[in-house]
């Protein structure tokens, strides 16, 4: 399977997990623009009922939300430093040894489904987190950092011009964020109580089973 690529969900699951909806998700894409689809999918990796695959597709529909299955491949930021580009420059903070745990954390490998729209500017970056299932419930959350990264280096997503703020905690207890420049994953750290309009969340949601 090639990592680089996104899946659209319906080409490959609709008459399994959607033969009892009336959706024909065959007009729903849940793959980034212009990145090969690739048919190969692994249901043991595919973690989602076919009501979760037709609400979020109804979501898209409206435009409020921007939602991609992404193949994360089960690596850390630390993994991912020694293959991707990331900004070096005054912005090594986090290999530091005090910030070890969480940039060697591992989400299980698997297909998840983000929603890459960048939600809930106007909070406080404290609140973000508990927003997110306040707004959408609980079952979505904020994607961790080593997913986004990963979907951020191999979709080349450099149209981002804001940062994803995660549940993370530097060092120095600052929440530990996670965006691009030039091309290139950039981490950095941001105060509780910052209300920056670029600080937003990329909404993941959990797997249901």
């Known amino acids: 399977m090639k990592k680089s690529c996104l899946v659209a969900a319906a080409l490959m699951m609709a008459s399994v997990l959607l033969a009892q909806t009336k959706i024909d998700l065959k007009e729903v894409k849940f793959n980034y623009p212009n990145i090969e689809i690739f048919d190969d ?7 989602y009922s076919a009501e979760t695959v037709r609400r979020l597709a109804e979501d898209n529909a409206t435009g409020i939300t921007q939602w991609v299955l992404y193949p994360y491949g089960g690596t850390s930021l630390l993994e991912q430093h020694e293959h991707t580009p990331f900004q070096e420059t005054g912005w090594r903070w986090w290999l530091r040894s005090g910030d070890k745990k969480w940039r060697e954390k591992k989400s299980p490998a698997g297909y998840y489904f983000l ?21 959408y419930g609980p079952k979505f959350e904020s994607c961790p950092p080593q ?12 149209t981002i011009d804001w940062f994803h ?7 120095a207890k600052r929440l530990v964020s996670v965006g691009m420049a030039d091309e290139k994953i950039k981490l950095i750290s941001r105060d509780a109580d910052d209300q920056s309009q670029r600080l937003r969340v990329v909404v993941m949601r959990a797997w249901d089973f």
């Open 147 to 158: 997913i986004l990264s990963e979907f951020l280096s191999l979709t080349h997503f450099s």
């Open 41 to 47: 999918i692994s249901f043991e990796s595919f973690h």
């Open 115 to 135: 929603n890459i729209k960048g939600m809930l500017a106007n909070f406080k970056a404290e609140d973000k987190q508990a927003a997110v299932e306040y707004v």
């Open 165 to 171: 703020v995660t549940k993370e905690k530097s060092a």
